[in-house]
């Protein structure tokens, strides 16, 4: 049975995880925290919904893919009401109109997902597991990579690894003597925050509504965890780019009942309130973005023989595709999902696993360009004087 070693428990992890069991493979997940969601994807609740633009996009391409795939994992594995609830989103702002959508908390997919790979497979998991750098201990014939800790212990090992650690996947791909250079993975940090306070009166919408931020008015989830109310309104999340830290605090909040504003003037008045109250809520966390917003979802490129093939190409570099950039055997990475992990996880989940076990990737050409690990390092080589 083949085997692989996955870094991360939120969304980009977990969907790694699915989709290898249901081919078969053995699973170890790694996470530095105390148990699975406790990154991003313990977001109390997110918008699944399609990325509206003018032309079509990279991007709105894969998150019309993403919207239906995710919806047919809802159906299938988190019952209504705890976990997720369908409807509609309003889009105010660029781009008007009126898009089916669904309220989702990432935990629960993420949960129904470890319990599918548990039915299927074996899956061990390990928390508060900081991985601090990769070995490879690959030979000719078998690769083998281990996850060592700060203290150089080896957490696991496996000849296939997975890095879905979001921002933290930098780090682990950057350290010194690493797979790649900081400038051929240009993952930015992107600190958000969501206010949301209990829900006792009648909502103040109808539905979701989107401009800069979405008003959720009603979100009821009988398995929020308990630090949350059972029955909420939320408004999120600011954008802090650059920002690596998670603390709750008030200027963010203000931030959020500024673009309320725009959105109903009578829910921003209710946060001022709630706030000044002492019973807003808050949650703020960290996504993980790529310099050109799409994820990087593939095999990991093996910058320096890149560099090597480019030279021997000469001055016809700029004819080498980047299909022929040489990987590093085994290693794998799903990242970047920046603000549309929900949306995205499943489907490049499912891609990744095709990847890996040398599948038709069925998704078109261009799209798979789009997320190859490789993109930045390919460009950065082909501009290298010859
Ligand atoms: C405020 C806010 C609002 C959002 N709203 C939406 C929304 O409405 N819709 C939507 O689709 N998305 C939304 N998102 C984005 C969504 O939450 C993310 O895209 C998604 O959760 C990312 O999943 P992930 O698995 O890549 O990252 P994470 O869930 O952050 O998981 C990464 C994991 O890697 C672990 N890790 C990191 N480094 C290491 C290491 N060295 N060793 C071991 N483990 C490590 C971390 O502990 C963490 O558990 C929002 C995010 C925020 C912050």
């Known amino acids: 049975m083949p085997s692989a070693l996955v870094i991360g428990a939120g969304l980009a992890g977990a969907a790694s995880c699915v989709a290898l069991a249901r081919r078969g493979w053995q699973l170890t997940l790694l996470d530095a925290a105390d148990g699975p969601s406790l990154g991003a994807s313990a ?90 750098r990769l070995v490879n201990r690959s030979t000719p014939d078998q690769p083998l990579w281990q996850a060592l800790n700060a203290e150089g212990l080896v957490l696991a090992e496996a000849p296939v690894v997975v890095i879905a650690a ?20 240009p993952l930015r940090p992107v600190k958000g925050q969501m206010s949301l306070a209990a829900l006792q009166s009648e909502p103040l919408a109808e539905r979701p509504q989107r401009n800069n931020g979405v008003f959720v008015p009603v979100y009821e989830d009988a398995g929020l965890p308990p630090q949350w109310p059972a029955r909420i309104w939320a408004m999120g999340s600011t954008y802090e780019r650059g920002d690596n830290s998670s603390h709750v605090n008030a200027a963010a909040h203000e931030r959020n009942a500024h673009s309320l504003e725009s959105i109903s003037p009578a829910a921003a008045l ?15 966390q960290v996504r993980c973005a790529s310099l050109d917003r799409v994820p990087m979802v593939g095999a990991v490129p093996h ?27 085994g290693l794998f990475m799903l990242g970047a999902l920046g603000s549309r992990g929900l949306t995205l996880a499943h489907a490049m989940g499912e891609l990744l696993a095709r990847l890996i076990e040398g ?23 082909r501009r290298q004087p010859a």
């Open 359 to 381: 599948e038709d990737p069925n998704l078109e050409a261009d799209l798979l360009r789009a997320l190859d690990p490789a993109r930045f390092a390919w460009k950065q080589a």
């Open 166 to 185: 979001a921002f933290g996947s930098h780090a682990l791909l950057t350290h010194e003597n690493s797979p790649m250079a900081p400038e051929a993975l």
């Open 43 to 132: 977001l109390p609740v997110g918008m699944l919904s399609p990325h509206v633009t003018r032309a079509p996009t990279p991007l709105s391409r894969l998150c019309a893919l993403g919207v239906s795939d995710m919806r047919d994992q809802l159906e299938r594995l988190v019952p209504p009401g705890r976990g997720w609830q369908p409807c509609e989103v309003d889009n105010l702002g660029h781009d008007p109109g009126r898009w089916p959508a669904a309220l989702v908390r990432p935990s629960a997919l993420v949960e129904a997902w470890l319990d599918e790979c548990r039915r299927r497979t074996t899956l061990t998991t390990r928390w508060q597991s900081p991985v601090d």
């Open 270 to 284: 209710r946060q001022r309130e709630t706030a000044a109250r002492g019973e807003l809520l808050g949650w703020a």
């Open 303 to 329: 910058v320096q023989d890149l560099q090597a093939l480019m030279q021997q190409a000469g001055a016809r570099r700029g004819r080498v595709p980047m299909a022929d950039t040489p990987r590093w055997p």
